[in-house]
């Protein structure tokens, strides 16, 4: 069943994506047709994938007024800030990390270049 329900949708994915300028109502009555003409299907299974159709189960098509699956609004808009927030922070404290990694390599090179100097100004006074 759920098979089926996977092929209905790409069938209808594989039209959207041909350039075929269908209206979706078409389409939908076309997968319909073809669904009643399918012998393997029982009536029950039927009724169940025309429901489907109808509420809008392949992306919103059906019934022209579901919302697609992928992409659809928050419907909380504090959950959609700390959402963001959360990112932004995320996306601040990585910068921060990285930074903070190459201070200090910068600050190792620095005094180990220093101690080098040292070292050698050290050698010439010990040979004087």
Do not use: H
């Not at 069943?1 to 949708?9: H, S």
């Not at 076309?30 to 189960?57: C, F, I, R, W, Y």
């Not at 922070?89 to 005094?111: A, P």
């Amino acid at each position: 069943m759920a098979d089926l329900l996977q092929g209905l949708k790409d069938a209808v994915a594989n039209e959207r994506g041909s350039g075929s300028d269908e209206d979706p109502a078409a389409a939908i009555g076309k997968l319909l047709k073809a669904l009643n003409d399918m012998p393997g299907l029982t009536e029950e299974d039927k009724a169940e994938l025309v429901k489907g159709l109808s509420q809008g189960g392949l992306g919103g098509l059906g019934g022209l007024g579901g919302k697609p699956p992928i992409g659809a609004a928050i419907s909380n808009p504090w959950l959609e800030f700390a959402t963001l927030f959360g990112l932004i922070s995320f996306i601040i404290l990585l910068l921060g990390f990285i930074g903070y990694k190459l201070y200090n390599n910068m600050v190792q090179r620095e005094r180990t270049k220093e101690m080098k100097k040292m070292r050698k100004t050290q050698k010439k006074r010990k040979m004087y």
